[in-house]
């Protein structure tokens, strides 16, 4: 009844599950979200959108009449 494998550790291990079951669905979305970013920037299926964001974010480029919003919490070079 009582211990690691009785009623109270079988409550304990369900809820430890439960929480890994959840951690598991979250994990999954991002794979799926990324898996998803990934293949707009193959060569078959290339977004000129997706490219331009990425080349723009590692460049750290911007046009002249273009407004960038600088948002906390990041890390930002200044040439």
């Not at 009623?7 to 794979?31: H, K, N, P, Y």
């Not at 002249?64 to 600088?70: A, C, K, P, S």
Request: proline share 4%; glycine share 6%; no cysteine.
């Amino acid at each position: 009844m009582s211990g690691e494998l009785g009623m109270v550790g079988r409550a304990m291990i369900e809820s430890q599950v439960s929480e890994l079951e959840t951690d598991l669905e979250e994990l999954i979305a991002e794979r799926q979200e990324l898996v998803s970013r990934v293949s707009l920037l193959r060569p078959e299926s290339l977004d000129p959108d997706m490219l331009d964001e990425r080349a723009r974010l590692n460049l750290n480029l911007v046009h002249t009449n273009e407004l960038v919003v600088l948002r906390p919490g990041r890390r930002y070079k200044v040439n």
